[in-house]
């Protein structure tokens, strides 16, 4: 519609420059200033989706899902940092983890991997951890090549988003499920173990005495042994 009207007023070849330099104008614009969105698990509909446009979509509790519809560079790496924390700051909840959904990403410069590292740094100060899911391999590349991988850490990445949350949801059950012990002091069952051999808590264990249950008899800061 540019080209026709452009075209029409100005003639053939000023009419298309018109539209071209548009069109540049435009691109350039939605890299510097990209859309992004926080995800969220919707009934009836496979994946995660923009809460935004679902507005019946659930959070997953201690995991913020954030979508960066660009590639990362210079001119809006500030802004992407921004919007992560604006995202986690207006979470319903207390947050541990922060996944990206890093599939439209299809590039990342120096520039933006330091501000993504200074950002790490940030969240991290606060006892959130920064992950990535569905990022490109070329991508990764970089990230190895500037240092932020290996920073970051492998176990930071993930394959889908379905696997980040699963996993990430597996670590903060071992990581709060408590241990029971009994009068003489030696520990029963860590309901962990029991979960990985298939079992569930509230079972009984081979000596009769019931599994622990999950946040049962034992304070936040206390360490297990796994």
């Known amino acids: 519609m540019v080209c026709f009207a452009g075209v029409a007023t100005l003639g053939a070849i000023p009419g298309i420059a018109m539209a071209i330099v548009i069109a540049v104008i435009e691109f350039l614009w939605d890299g510097w200033r990209p859309h992004s969105a926080v995800l969220g698990r919707v009934d009836g509909v496979m994946g995660y989706h923009d809460i935004t446009r679902y507005p019946g979509a659930r959070l997953v509790p201690g995991l913020v899902l954030f979508r960066w519809d660009a590639p990362l560079f210079f001119a809006n790496a500030e802004l992407f940092s921004e919007r992560v924390q604006a995202a986690i700051a207006s979470a319903p909840g207390p947050v541990r983890w922060c996944v990206v959904a890093a599939e439209p990403v ?11 590292a ?3 740094d940030t969240l991290r100060a606060t ?7 569905e990022m490109k391999d070329p991508v990764k590349d970089k990230l190895k090549r500037f240092g932020l991988f290996s920073r970051l850490g492998a176990e930071t990445f993930f394959a889908t988003v ?15 499920l408590k241990i029971r012990t009994r009068p003489d002091g030696e520990y029963t069952r860590v309901v962990g173990l029991l979960l990985a051999e298939g079992r569930e808590p509230g079972e009984d ?8 249950m999950v946040g049962a008899g034992v304070s936040d800061d206390e360490e297990l042994p796994f």
Request: hydrophobic share 45%; glycine share 6%; with cysteine.
């Open 106 to 116: 299809t590039s990342v410069d120096v520039t933006a991997a330091d501000i993504v």
């Open 127 to 133: 006892g959130i951890e920064l992950c990535f899911a």
């Open 205 to 212: 264990d081979d000596e009769g005495a019931p599994v622990p």
């Open 162 to 176: 379905d696997e980040a949350v699963e996993r990430l949801r597996a670590g903060e059950m071992r990581r709060v």
């Open 118 to 120: 200074e950002l790490d």
